[in-house]
């Protein structure tokens, strides 16, 4: 865990540090599709493994609450930090 902590922490700073670098802005465009092809990735290895499907009806309902749990947690998280942030700056419409 302390790894991974770490290596957020150093890439945070590294990107604090490079964020006036041209060429490291135009990587912003590509974020979201690296989330996408990541997720899409994700799907695939997810759909890929049968023992996933033969025991879908052992996770049942659990699994269904925490799904559903934590995707209105986080709908209220971000509306809530969208709120928090806009009060802070003036942003362009």
């Not at 150093?10 to 540090?17: C, H, N």
């Not at 695939?44 to 996770?59: E, V």
Request: cysteine-free.
């Amino acid at each position: 865990m302390f790894l991974f902590l770490g290596l957020l922490f150093v890439s945070t700073a590294t990107g604090l540090i490079l964020r006036k670098v041209l060429t490291f802005k135009k990587l912003e465009r590509s974020i979201a599709y690296t989330i996408y092809a990541m997720l899409f990735a994700f799907g695939i290895t997810i759909g890929s493994d049968p023992g996933f499907f033969d025991n879908i009806g052992r996770y049942g309902m659990q699994a269904v609450v925490l799904s559903v749990a934590g995707i209105i947690g986080s709908i209220f998280a971000s509306m809530l930090a969208w709120k928090i942030l806009r009060k802070g700056g003036n942003y362009e419409k």
